[in-house]
């Protein structure tokens, strides 16, 4: 579940195999306590400032930017608290997924993380509440539509850090030359114009359901029937009959009214979909309005482009939107939780903070950050949507293997033999018997 550029298919494929490895590592820390020593110790007092030790801070790299802003805001961040030293680690995304069991398995717990995979470490009682290494008004400033997921049992121990949205992506060339005068906001209006763009030489709408990002896509086409991956109660949903409805809508798209790609079910977003967009053959697919779509599938394109939020078979459905964010997390160590406090709090303030998701270009989790880049043309339009953003259940101890399973055969549905209440009734048994 993450939204960092560059080798996306790569981190989904050590996702899996390293989730396990997260979990087993998580019991073995819980076995053997949270008692890792701060790094240079650190007496924690809070009194005028006067918090003093070494904390280590291990980030992920999103881009070639990504180590020069951290290394300028660590030294920023020491002069201003000069009793505060900081260990920087700087470490691309496919590394860190190798290096964080290694730290926790044995024990060499960071004082501040940039990682995804919180729910065991808080269920195993290595983190700190939020509300512990957060100021009042830095925790107030969150987004609330991403709290919920950031919590366990009601608390939050993941930190937002930064986010992205799913749009609906349309190319207004396409929709000029097939007569279409604005975007779909409904499934009906949605299958005309993918209609009227097929008539004019475009594929209707691109329909990613391969391995990359099936789990995505799906979302988007059940929340907005009204469906869900679990009911208001936890339990999980996935054959449910909206559910079922949804992927039969799908079904006929590619199958009766031949508005999709050839072979939906094995097409993935990057390398398929967003690649195809880009040399201007789509009509309409599945977008982020900006990230890696924006700043690398749509580099050098002509294509004219724009994003709308997603359709839904009926205005009765609440407009919404995917939201993914990547996190941040403070383990417990001795004497720590005032300076990563105070190191949190400088983060998150306001000019700190929308450089980062400025250089990086992706959407902000605050409320400030937000209000300043509204106006963006691009990056105003996927601010709109982050109060209404859907997620992923991934606080469940199973949705690391539906996820795997959704992606490896959800996209099987799309066959004109195969059935979707089947398909769906696979994946709901495995989401029961996983945890």
Same mark, same amino acid.
């Given at each position: ?18 989730? @396990? ?28 400032? /006067? ?17 020069? *802003? ?13 009793? %505060? ?30 990682? $995804?995979? *919180?729910? =065991?470490? &808080? ?6 509440? &939020? ?20 919590? %366990?049992?009601?608390?939050? *121990? ?17 929709? &000029? ?10 499934? &009906? ?35 907005? $029937? ?12 996935? $054959? ?13 798209? /590619?199958? =009766? ?26 009509? +309409? ?9 924006? =700043? ?32 941040? +997390?403070?383990?417990?160590?001795? @004497? ?46 996927? %601010? ?52």
């Amino acid at each position: 579940m993450s939204i960092r550029r560059g080798a996306r298919r790569a981190w989904r494929a050590r996702w899996a195999r390293s989730a @396990g490895a997260v979990a087993a590592v998580g019991a073995v820390a819980l076995a053997a306590g949270c008692g890792g020593s701060s790094s240079g110790g650190g007496s924690g007092s809070s009194s005028g400032g /006067s918090a003093s030790g070494t904390i280590s801070v291990v980030m992920a790299q999103y881009s070639n930017l990504t180590a020069p *802003y951290w290394k300028s805001l660590v030294a920023n961040f020491e002069k201003k608290y000069p009793k %505060i030293k900081v260990q920087l680690k700087v470490i691309d995304w496919d590394d860190l997924l190798q290096q964080v069991p290694t730290m926790i398995s044995t024990r060499n717990y960071p004082d501040v993380l940039n990682y $995804n995979a *919180y729910s =065991t470490f &808080a269920a195993s009682g290595l983190l700190q509440p &939020a509300k512990d290494v957060l100021s009042p008004s830095t925790e107030a400033d969150f987004e609330s539509s991403f709290l919920a997921s950031d919590s %366990i049992k009601g608390t939050q *121990y993941a930190i937002p850090w930064i986010a992205s949205v799913r749009a609906l992506g349309y190319n207004k060339q396409a929709f &000029a030359k097939a007569g279409i005068s604005s975007p779909p906001s409904t499934w &009906a209006q949605f299958v005309t114009d993918a209609q009227k763009a097929k008539k004019a030489g475009y594929v209707g709408y691109c329909l990613p359901l391969g391995s990359e990002e099936a789990q995505a896509e799906w979302s988007l086409w059940m929340w907005s $029937n009204g469906g869900g991956w679990t009911s208001s109660s936890g339990q999980w949903t996935v $054959n449910s009959a909206k559910n079922v409805q949804a992927l039969n809508f799908l079904r006929s798209l /590619s199958n =009766t009214d031949k508005v999709t790609e050839p072979n939906p079910g094995s097409t993935n977003r990057t390398d398929g979909c967003w690649a195809e967009f880009a040399q201007g053959k789509v009509a +309409m697919t599945e977008v982020m309005p900006l990230g890696t779509f924006q =700043t690398t599938s749509m580099k050098g394109s002509s294509v004219q482009w724009a994003s709308t939020p997603w359709p839904r078979s009926s205005t009765s459905v609440p407009q919404f939107t995917l939201g993914v964010q990547d996190l941040l +997390m403070s383990f417990k160590k001795p @004497g720590n939780t005032v300076m990563v406090r105070d190191f949190l709090d400088y983060v998150y303030t306001k000019s700190n903070y929308l450089k980062f998701a400025k250089d990086e270009g992706f959407l902000p989790t605050t409320k400030s950050a937000s209000a300043a880049m509204a106006s963006d043309p691009v990056t105003g339009e996927g %601010i709109k949507l982050l109060p209404t953003a859907k997620f992923y259940p991934g606080t469940n101890a199973a949705w690391n293997k539906v996820q795997s399973t959704v992606q490896s055969q959800l996209g099987t549905a799309m066959a004109p033999s195969a059935s979707a209440s089947k398909v769906l009734g696979q994946i709901q048994q495995i989401a029961q018997t996983s945890g």
